[in-house]
């Protein structure tokens, strides 16, 4: 499954919209991914922003979640804090 972060460095993802977010080959997400990426490095570079850019798109198994709050859940631990009762 192919996930954005945006905006970049935020450490906010979510699945990529678009025509294919899902694929049958890690291969072929992969290739997707790095695709993107190369666009998303031509465009920070033409217009000229400061600072390093880094991968925006990522691909990982439909059971991985990269969101911090997606880590948490998949552990146990409810990023809304504890339960009322």
């Known amino acids: 499954m192919l996930w954005v972060?945006?905006?970049?460095?935020?450490?906010?993802?979510?699945?990529?919209?678009g025509p294919q977010f899902r694929f049958?080959?890690?291969?072929d997400c992969q290739r997707r991914a790095d695709d993107l990426n190369?666009?998303?490095?031509?465009?920070?570079?033409?217009?000229?922003a400061s600072g390093a850019a880094h991968d925006a798109?990522?691909?990982?198994?439909?059971?991985?979640?990269?969101?911090p709050e997606g880590?948490?859940?998949?552990?146990?631990?409810?990023p809304r804090g504890p339960k009322g009762k």
């Open 57 to 67: 798109y990522i691909c990982q198994l439909c059971t991985v979640d990269p969101r």
């Open 24 to 27: 049958t080959a890690k291969e």
């Open 5 to 17: 972060e945006a905006p970049t460095g935020s450490d906010q993802w979510s699945v990529a919209s």
């Open 38 to 48: 190369a666009f998303e490095l031509t465009m920070h570079r033409m217009q000229g």
């Open 71 to 78: 880590a948490l859940l998949y552990e146990g631990v409810d």
